[in-house]
């Protein structure tokens, strides 16, 4: 594995955390590591990206760890992939192709692996394609990289460009099925809160914790794809959705990012989302700043200001790996911030107040009402029961309608005005 450090281009702010990134992404597909160095880059070459000594280097390299594969942690053009190849005698990959890879293994659901093999065809289709099968002596593969079955990317163009067509005609019927789910849910009173981080986070950790679900959530990079929704209780609502998401990571792949764009949709439509970070993570600043790429492309936030419509809560998760003199310096940043939030998800600390700060934003916007209406007219007091928090019910005495009740209800803003509506209709 090598990481080219390109003078002038700088992608991380500390090379030796992208280089353990790289080894990260390759551990979690079960590739065995045999040497990871970072090479420094002068000059990018157009043919090979390394200069000739530094190829000759890497050869030797592989010769000597007896290495069959060669991970590129960067972009890697067709042109400089092939000759790579004929100049190392070995298959390269790039990083691109390693994330696809992992997606592709780790997708579960339909429609993750419609996403990941779209996004595999639009990177494949300018490439040189050739049978990967140097993984399977390693590892069971998913496909991607070779193997039986692997039909589609060693069909001709024209055959990937139909498949790709109909990739697309389904995906965009998933999107059109996941925004009539939205809109079912915004017609519901329960607010939604987005999990969002960088990969590894704890973001799947933090969701078992608040959920007692038992979602995926392993030390090793993208542990989830598949965004997956449960409730909670919160103090003061009585009901709340909570969504994992797949994490973000540095050079996120380009097709990865549309592919997956119907399922980062989630997180458009949240009431609030919830930023986790890695807070032990010393490289934990850069991730903030992919992250925040991220939700700017999907258009979460403002690309002039970096300012978000909807509230986003920092979490420090990881607590428990910090130094005290650390936890001495965080803790009075955090004080200085309203939107921080310090927790450890894997033992608990901090989720009560994480909660209650939860609660706090997502009742902001809501005001008590008193509301009488006839007993009789039990579809509105249903709906004030099932759309606001209902602090008491009492009888209203007689009016002209016959018996009357006398509500108080807690309402958000949109509440309230959907039931305004609901009384001018009528």
């Known amino acids: 594995m090598v990481c080219p450090d390109i003078r002038g281009q700088r992608l991380s702010e500390d090379p030796e955390a992208r280089l353990d990134e ?100 639009d990177y494949q289709q300018s490439r040189l394609v050739r049978s990967w099968t140097h993984l399977e002596r390693q590892r069971g593969g998913f496909g991607f990289l070779g193997g039986p079955g692997e039909t589609q990317i060693e069909a001709d163009r024209r055959m990937i460009r139909d498949r790709m067509a109909k990739l697309r005609r389904e995906l965009e019927q998933v999107r059109k099925t996941r925004e009539l789910h939205r809109k079912r849910r915004g017609r519901a009173p329960w607010p939604v809160v987005a999990l969002v981080g960088y990969t590894n986070a704890g973001k799947s950790t933090l969701f078992n914790r608040l959920t007692g ?152 916007g809501s005001s008590v009402h008193d509301i009488t209406l006839s007993a009789a007219d039990g579809a509105k007091i249903a709906w004030l029961h099932a759309h606001g928090e209902v602090l008491d019910d009492a009888d209203a005495g007689e009016g002209e309608e016959g018996p009357m009740r006398r509500l108080t209800v807690r309402l958000g803003a949109k509440e309230r005005g959907q039931f305004v509506s609901q009384m001018e209709a009528n």
């Open 22 to 121: 790289a080894r990260g992404l390759a551990l979690a597909i079960g590739i065995i590591i045999a040497d990871a160095q970072i090479i420094a880059i002068r000059e990018v070459r157009p043919n090979t990206l390394f200069g000739a000594g530094q190829v000759e280097r890497i050869k030797t390299d592989c010769e000597l760890h007896e290495a069959e594969l060669v991970i590129v942690d960067g972009a890697l053009s067709p042109i400089q992939q092939r000759n790579l190849e004929e100049k190392l005698k070995r298959k390269v990959i790039d990083r691109t192709g390693l994330i696809l890879e992992i997606f592709g293994e780790r997708a579960a659901t339909a429609e993750g692996r419609l996403q990941v093999e779209l996004a595999h065809l």
């Open 213 to 364: 679900a038992e979602v995926m959530a392993e030390d090793m990079l993208f542990a989830t794809l598949d965004p997956t929704m449960r409730a909670i209780s919160l103090p003061g609502v009585e009901k709340a959705i909570l969504s994992d998401t797949v994490g973000f990571i540095s050079d996120l792949p380009t097709q990865l990012v549309a592919a997956f764009r119907a399922t980062l949709e989630e997180v458009t439509a949240a009431d609030i989302i919830l930023h986790v970070r890695d807070i032990a993570n010393h490289d934990s600043a850069a991730q903030k700043q992919q992250v925040l790429g991220v939700l700017t492309d999907l258009g979460v936030l403002d690309e002039d200001d970096g300012v978000s419509e909807m509230p986003i809560l920092e979490v420090w998760n990881k607590w428990d790996l910090l130094s005290e003199e650390d936890r001495a310096d965080l803790t009075d940043i955090a004080a200085q911030r309203e939107d921080v939030v310090c927790i450890s998800a894997i033992t608990g600390m901090g989720n009560e107040a994480l909660l209650k700060r939860l609660s706090t934003e997502l009742t902001a």
